[in-house]
């Protein structure tokens, strides 16, 4: 039997990811095994695709519009391929743009309604934009939303940057009770003391009941579990879907200034979900 992975599109292949719809043949046609073993290969989505096409409508849907996303943000997410596309060298690149009226425009890209996940391994290579003003992540939110609301879906936060901190990402997670500012959170700088923007980085959580475990190229930075949450709700056991976006500008990375050089783009190598090691 062929055993190869078409990590073109997110592809399923155990129960700890599950698709709302089917995505092509799940693995080459075969059913999902009854467990996955240690560090499977449970989905993935490589970017491969020519130059200019729209990402995988099997797999990523968009945020559309403007508002603040209630973080006092300024730029208006799209579904164009001038905010949102793959290189035709196997990235995805999301792109921040200043327009000629003065307003910004970018893109968020979401698995809700397609691909979850619960548990695992979630890890994307990432090459982050720089500059004041600008607000990278990747990130998941509890599929329940539409039902419960945030934060009671919960939101695992695997990689954020803020422009005016180059050389360091953020690790948080939120929920009823510790939301927003006070959401329980880790920061991890680049030991080169490098900007993250310089290059590609391995962002990854391991997620496994009652813990979050956030990495960098594969080195932890901190464990969150049920007894850092008091007597709030832990509700991080149930699916979530995946997030990508550049934010640009709100209250937390402020606003872009006269030293942010615009369009700023973020790199997407590769986001996969793994059974847990």
């Known amino acids: 039997m062929d055993d190869t992975v078409d990590r073109r599109r997110f592809m399923t292949s155990g129960v700890a990811v599950t698709a709302a719809a089917v995505l092509g043949a799940s693995i080459l046609g075969r059913s999902a095994p009854a467990a996955a073993a240690a560090g499977t290969l449970l989905a993935a989505d490589e970017f491969d695709g020519p130059a200019g096409s729209a990402p995988n409508s099997a797999v990523w849907r968009f945020d559309l519009g403007a508002g603040g996303w209630g973080n006092g943000e300024l730029q208006t997410y799209t579904d164009s391929r001038r905010n949102a596309a793959l290189d035709g060298a196997g990235n995805l690149v999301i792109t921040a743009r200043r327009e000629a009226d003065g307003s910004y425009t970018s893109a968020r890209l979401k698995t809700e309604g397609t691909t979850t996940a619960q548990y695992g391994r979630i890890e994307a290579r990432i090459r982050i934009p720089r500059g004041q003003g600008i607000w990278p992540a990747f990130w998941m939110l509890g599929a329940d939303i539409g039902s419960v609301g945030w934060p009671a879906c919960g939101e695992i936060d695997v990689m954020e940057n803020v422009g005016y901190e180059p050389a360091v990402v953020h690790g948080t997670v939120h929920g009823p009770g510790y939301s927003g500012a006070q959401g329980v959170s880790a920061a991890y700088r680049n030991p080169t003391g490098a900007a993250f923007a310089d290059g590609f980085h391995v962002f990854g959580v391991d997620w496994r009941p009652d813990a979050v475990t956030w990495t960098v190229d594969g080195a932890a930075y901190r464990t969150v579990t049920r007894q850092d949450v008091g007597a709030n709700p832990w509700v991080f056991d149930k699916p979530f879907f995946v997030v990508l976006n ?30 847990n090691a």
């Open 246 to 275: 550049v934010a640009v500008g709100g209250s937390w990375p402020g606003s872009p200034d006269a030293s942010t050089r615009f369009p700023q783009q973020m790199t997407v190598d590769w986001v996969r979900v793994s059974s």
